[in-house]
């Protein structure tokens, strides 16, 4: 077998996971290059560089609750969210498929943003200052708990186990620590975790489908059927007992592109809602909160 670089593996078998993590350095070393403090960034290079914040995201920009997902404040919190996204992104890439996977970190990456602004309109509404939130945290919860659901179910994908013990613990540990550290966007990790638990439900009924529809098909022929393995394996050690890796339309189905447009239309409908909101809001008590 032929020696392959980590670069090489992860083109090969974690293509989008790759490209997210280089996509978020990047905007990272741009930073660096116009200015922006590595470590303790302004309020305002924040803004103009693409963060969530509520006057801005629920005013004339709401692409900022897909912008923010690859700003991050500082170099650690970059640092910790990489980690996280390439420890769970290059198992999720090759269990769900490319297209699955990058549906699952921005839907849950929007969802975040969604429930931040919702919570944060509510704080504004009760006097308190709006927040900066950024950062791929809320993408990163979504497929940790994708995941999570699927050891839960114990549903093998293209041959990969988890063990939900290990996964349940490092979930608990990242969801903890945001609410025992100060400064850190909890409604974002939360909604996340729940738009991710939810699309690991839909894949976990998708491949059940495709399972027995496989089954079916089999047991109409000759062939023996042979159903896919359940290990035990620490999610630290990982494992596939094929050497291809699987294709990005291993998931497709109607069930997964149904749920895909359901929260695309709820995400815009719950959008349309906070907007109508906040805008009455500042036509009447808060003339003066961009300025």
Wanted: glycine content about 10%; aromatic content about 12%; proline content about 4%.
């Amino acid at each position: 077998m032929a020696f392959e670089s980590p670069i090489q593996q992860a083109l090969q078998h974690y293509p989008i996971t790759l490209a997210l993590v280089v996509i978020c350095i990047g905007v990272f070393a741009l930073q660096l290059f116009f200015g922006v403090n590595p470590t303790n960034p302004t309020n305002q290079s924040l803004i103009a560089w693409g963060a969530n914040f509520l006057p801005f995201s629920l005013g004339e920009t709401p692409w900022r609750l897909v912008t923010s997902l690859f700003l991050h404040i500082g170099f650690m919190h970059l640092l910790f969210n990489m980690f996280a996204l390439y420890y769970f992104g290059q198992v999720a890439e090759r269990m769900f498929g490319a297209v699955n996977f990058l549906a699952l970190f921005l839907l849950s990456g929007v969802g975040g943003n969604l429930l931040n602004n919702f919570l944060g309109l509510h704080s504004v509404m009760a006097g308190e200052p709006p927040i900066i939130s950024a950062g791929a945290s809320g993408g990163i919860m979504g497929i940790g708990m994708a995941l999570l659901v699927t050891a839960l179910t114990k549903t093998s994908f293209n041959n990969f186990a988890l063990n939900f013990r290990s996964l349940l613990i490092v979930m608990a540990i990242n969801l903890g620590y945001g609410f025992l550290v100060g400064g850190i966007d909890n409604a974002g990790h939360v909604g996340g975790a729940i738009v991710g638990g939810l699309l690991g439900l839909v894949y976990v009924m998708q491949y059940r489908v495709i399972r027995q529809q496989q089954l079916f098909a089999h047991q109409a022929s000759s062939a023996p059927w042979q159903p896919n393995t359940l290990a035990n394996s620490e999610i630290s050690g990982i494992t596939s007992h094929q050497s291809t890796p699987p294709s990005s339309h291993a998931l497709s189905g109607k069930i997964v592109r149904s749920s895909y447009m359901i929260l695309t239309v709820l995400f815009i409908g719950i959008y349309w809602w906070l907007h109508t909101n906040f805008m009455q809001l500042l036509n009447t008590t808060l003339p003066s909160i961009i300025h």
